[in-house]
């Protein structure tokens, strides 16, 4: 709103009133880390303090990581994100510059068909994709998590529009020194499109790491479980009544994107709602 | 060897023709500019040569080849951009190193960091790193090598772009409007490097400028495109002096020419603006013509008659050593624009009454379908007269 | 036209010239396309199969009476679909579905407005305001959701004993028909309000100056006048947008379902993406699970046509 300054009574109604519900919107994470770390006893004793008269910390994350494989789930979840994300860009770019730059017959029908299936909710093709992944022998494998997402409609309307943006005139430039069109997508269009890749990275990233709906559904191997799918198996078997690991092990799940979100902010802001600004 | 011949190119975008039937022969070392306003079509006609854009219609050879349908890239030409198109994510060594290393690395060689470790590509690195040195230096831009375009200023930028078409050493520069993001000091600089550097290089240049007084300083010939044709292709001093088209005796000049719609009375003699003037003996009666006189073509005279114009002063603009004087005439719908030396004109105010001579032979005249009305003697005396002083 | 115009075009070698250009100029084109289409290929081809022909196959399957594995299916027209609207089942879950999105969307949009107005209305400590509110929009829910499960535990819950501490009556939150709802619709706005949020506060930094400046000199320029006549009419579009979007997000809530309640106590929680998901792959009822799918379809579909129409009247995709 205005950029005018408030009186100080006001001031402090502006503060105390964010503080208050800054602090209702954290504790659920106060919650998950006062409890992890936390020995059973005082867990099921009724009493409000936030940090435990035995720190219990060790123990619980230790069971954690030992009692579940936690460290398995962590490393699918980053190979899971990483493998969508490297082919999301290696096919949405081509597509998104040949829209942005190139004319060709054809053109049109591909970008309707890009708006279209941007506005398709994805839970609705899992019963196909799933029988696709069965006919294809791939369910409960890397693939079956990756292959639905390798071309992400999204990317290429984003990345389509940030190419439209740069002028046409670095592109004829790029013709004449040579370049082929392949070439220009890779060495000129998306370096310069950095901004624009690091915030679809980062929506792309975020959405698969806590995705559970198709994990769910694609394997049933423990030993390929991304964290959300992990961590819901680790909850059923623990039959929810050893709060302190199961606390410890959401931390954990939790912690990277958390982590990453405060030290760039700005950028995650960007990259999750810039889709809906655009 | 890289004459440029083009043959009755056209392009149409739709049901927009952009170039109709433009035909044109550059020779090889010449300075070529293609002058319009905007959107006449002299930009896309660039882009034709450079293979960027394709016509519709028509043929281009540079060189002894026919280039149509030939990639840019095997042109052996070079281009400077308007916006000078230069990699922002690449330092000034990296863009201008680009090209050479397009042409002189294979596919394999030019993989990052792989690439380095095949045989003789480590070789050809620095003698690209050399030829760019050299030619970075020879610009004046030596130690910008390690900056990203977005740390140089626009006329570094500029030199930047120059740099980078020139280290390829190609047959045929391009030069679409290089010079229009600069302020108006830096302009007139680059504008006599360019040319230095044309003389220099020795190769063809073709520059598209919609400014005229680029256009009159630098080429060896300049040609006036409107509306997707080519209207005259001429020195510098005879677009001015002897237009071929009624639109290209208004497009050069500044302040414009004032076009004085006349009516032939008898043999030799048009009446326009309540006076009358000499003109050729072959106008046929009756018919209409449009008087073409430059501003500086007239002078102050005691009083009206013929080949006289008289008015009322509007406004005087002082220009130093020359006064614009705006007279109403009346039987006309614009001001008539004279250029008056200051000290042969002393003392002019507004609201005083003017006469202004002109000698018959500074007449341009037009027919009424925009072509030039040459009398026999008369036009070859203005050429041989224009040429000897050229000499 | 003039006698210093080279004029090749007269000469007699010219007539051959442009037939052969012509040639080269539609490999040129081909080659052109071709570069085009190889660029986008993938892309094309990657969409018809993951996302096109998948549309049309639930279609299809929802019209059959197929089971996941079996080796034969019948066609049975909208059988399933009659099926579908008489399964008291399904109806529960689509009328709480509609509940908890008429919860949900009110109240995530009145609170991030809230939110973002009083974090612009002052300059100190904006970026760490909007980032603890932002926070649970980008953490894990299912993570968050056995959070949230142990907050509401009926005995050693945060939220119980606090209810007590204070004498107020407590509940068991996720297993009572009457709370359940609710309490997940809490945690829907309490994962989507930072989202409204962050888009009220880009909406909010669009609004011009000049506008509060001239509101001023009108007399409007105490804090609830300046609200009144600039800012909530200059957050229309964005309001309808945010509107969109979080109707979106609560119409496709699945994870705290799964992990919390299983659509229990009885149907009292099971909404539309659960019941796909449990026709689909845990009944293997596949027929059917198809057509719930085409439902939800048809009311996101048009969710997301109202978002384009909205959309499209304030960017132009050029």
Known sequence: MSTQRLSPPSAFVRHAVLLITGALILIPFVWMVSLSIKPPGEIFRASFSFWPEHFYGVENYTRALTGSPLPRYMLNGVIVCAAILALQIAICTPAAYALAKLDFPGRNLLFALVLIALLLPHEVLALPLFILGAKLGILNSYAALVFPYVVSPFGIFLFRQFFKTIPDDVVHAARLDGFSELAIVWRIMVPMALPAIIAFGIFSVVSHWNSLFWPLIAVSDQTLMPPPLGILVFKNEEAGNDYGPLMAASTLVVAPLIVAFLSAQRWFVEGLTGGAVK | MAAITIEKIERTFGATTVLRHVSLEIADGEFLTLLGPSGCGKSTLLRILAGLDVQTGGSVAIGDRVVDGVRPKRRDVAMVFQSYALYPHMTVQENMSVPLRMRRLNGWQRLPLLGRLLPGTKAVHAAIEIEVMRTAKALGIGHLLARKPGQLSGGQRQRVAVGRAMVRQPAVFLMDEPLSNLDAKLRVQMRAEIKELHKRLGVTFVYVTHDQSEAVTMSDRVAVMLDGELLQVAPPQEIYADPDDRRVAEFIGAPKINMLEARVRDGGVAETAGTSFSVSPEASLGTGLALGIRPEAFHVVEAGGHNVLTGAVRLVEHMGSDLFVHLDVPGTDHPVIARLLAERAPQIASGQTLHLGVKPERLLLFTADGKRLRPKNHATAIVVQMKERQQ | ?318
């Open chain 3, 1 to 318: 036209m003039s006698m210093t115009v080279p004029s090749v075009g007269q000469q007699g070698k010219s007539s051959q010239v442009p037939l052969a250009s012509s040639n080269a100029l539609r490999r040129h084109r081909l080659a052109e396309n071709f570069a085009a289409w190889s660029l986008a290929g993938p892309a094309l081809l990657l969409l018809v199969f993951l996302f096109f022909l998948p549309v049309f196959a639930v279609f299809a399957i929802a019209l059959t009476d197929w089971q996941f594995g079996a080796s034969s299916f019948a066609f049975v027209g909208l059988a399933n679909f009659r099926e579908v609207f008489a399964d008291e089942g399904f109806r529960a879950s689509f009328i709480n579905t509609i509940l908890y999105v008429a919860i949900v969307v009110p109240g995530t949009i009145i609170l991030g407005l809230a939110i973002a107005l009083l974090i612009e209305s002052g300059k100190s400590c904006r970026a760490f305001y909007r980032a603890v509110h932002f926070l649970p929009f980008m953490a894990t829910l299912t993570a968050m959701a056995i959070a949230w499960e142990a907050l509401l535990h009926p005995t050693i819950g945060l939220v119980n004993q606090t209810l007590t501490s204070f004498g107020l009556p407590t509940a068991n939150w996720l297993r009572d028909e009457n709370t359940v709802l609710p309490v997940l619709a809490v945690i829907g706005i309490w994962q989507n309000l930072g989202y409204a949020m962050v888009l009220f506060l880009a909406g909010l930094k669009s609004i011009p100056q000049d506008l509060y400046d001239a509101a001023d000199i009108d007399g409007a320029d105490a804090w609830l006048d300046r609200l009144r006549t600039v800012t909530l009419p200059m957050l229309g579009p964005v309001t309808m947008f945010v509107f969109i979007v979080v109707a979106l997000k609560a119409f496709e809530t699945f994870d705290t379902v799964q992990v919390l309640t299983q659509g229990g106590p009885g149907h009292a929680s099971e909404m539309l993406l659960f019941t796909l998901y449990r026709e689909s792959f845990e009944y293997l009822r596949t027929g059917y699970g198809a057509s719930v799918a085409v439902v939800f379809l048809f009311i996101v579909m048009a969710l997301t046509l109202i978002q384009a129409r909205v959309m499209d009247k304030k960017v132009h995709y050029q």
